[in-house]
């Protein structure tokens, strides 16, 4: 088994590092460099997400004239960078962080004139880390929603259209506050797809949907009761005609699909991988099934390396501590142990180096692992149950620890198999 863990960990970091922010932005930059600005235009830098850093120190050193720079990031991978401030804020969860560092944008955002021109980097989790509460709703009353939405079960798309019309920022506002300078965008994508206006809940295009749109999700999902009462006044109330965001120029420079790709070439000599979906998306426990027919239609007379890629979501119905990638993996755990042969493994995680609220990026399933929660005294349906994967995978010595990765482009799984 060790030998497939070995496997399984570089081909995931195969996926991290072909995410690399810092590459993708310097490949960018060579291929197209940015036109000149008018006589006394300025560059203004601000980077945006948990590949904040990266991509700030290579902007930096690629972009002449730059005479402010701004990062956000998550406190996991805060550093100093020379000719730069750099702030936390907070996530999955926004909080005091999170709207000073939104304010911090803003401000910087309110400073450019008609010749100067903002470079944004964007990158995922940038939707909680830098926030701006509309008009007439408290911060209070985002982060209860987003409490309400991380534990709904909707899709990433779903919920950045709800944000985006509780927000200031998000869904184009930062155009609108930088007006009526240049925006440019370079963004890293973590959402499946690739559509930029759920990238960070997309600051600088388009917003997804309508306040009548977030309404009838909310409601879809059984989560509009509970949301704070100013909430739903807004949301209830008139559409308010706004014109359309300034135009800025958005260009994608990594993603999930490009991480994929890496992997499948990684594992091309000795593995016979298959990319199997691109798009493992919704509940863990459709997804697990997924994972694991996928694993019994693979022939099992020579080495099968089987890659997904996606971002599932977990419907909170117990208190535990876990993360989708951990959840899905234990479930493949409990599905494997009884319907899949050989010597098999699943490493399914987080390209961010973190899953949910914990210190893991995901977690691993073997054949041994159901019973190795077992043998360690616990009950493995019942953590389930609770959604407390974390517990189960550490009992089994079964989590994928890697530490904060510097990019996000949502998760990558990879089920390996050797023949008997």
Known sequence: MTGLLTTAKALFQAAVDRADPARALRTQLTASPLPALPEGGRNVLLAVGKAAIPMMREALELIPGTTQALAITNPENYTEIPGATVICGAHPVPDETSAAAGQAAMELAHSLGPDDRLIALISGGGSALMVAPAPGLSLAGKSAVNKLLLASGLEINEMNLIRQQLSDTKGGGLLRHAAPAQVQAFILSDVIGDDLRAIASGPTVAPIGTRAQAREIMQRADIWDNAPEAVRN????AEVAK?????????????????????????????????????????????????????????????????????????????????RNQELALRVAKLGADRLN???????????????????????????????????????????????????????DALLITGGTGTNVADVQIFLRRPD
Do not use: C, Y
């Open 234 to 237: 807004h949301l209830s109330a």
């Open 243 to 323: 014109d359309a965001p300034p135009p800025a120029t958005n260009t994608l420079i990594g993603s999930n699909r490009h991480s994929l790709k890496a992997m499948m070439a990684a594992a091309a000599e000795d593995w016979n991988p298959k990319l199997v979906t691109h798009r493992l998306v919704g509940d863990v426990s459709m997804a697990a099934e997924t994972v694991v027919a996928a694993a019994e239609a693979a022939p099992e007379d020579k080495p099968a390396a089987l890659i997904f890629g996606g971002e599932t979501t977990v419907q909170l119905r117990g208190q535990g501590l876990g993360g």
């Open 342 to 396: 050989g010597d098999w493994l699943f490493l399914s995680g987080g390209t961010d180096g973190r899953d949910g609220p914990t210190d893991a990026a995901g977690g691993i399933a073997t054949p041994a692992t159901w019973a190795a929660i077992k043998a360690a005294g616990h009950d493995p349906d019942a953590l389930l149950a609770d959604n407390d994967s974390s517990t189960a995978l550490k009992a089994a």
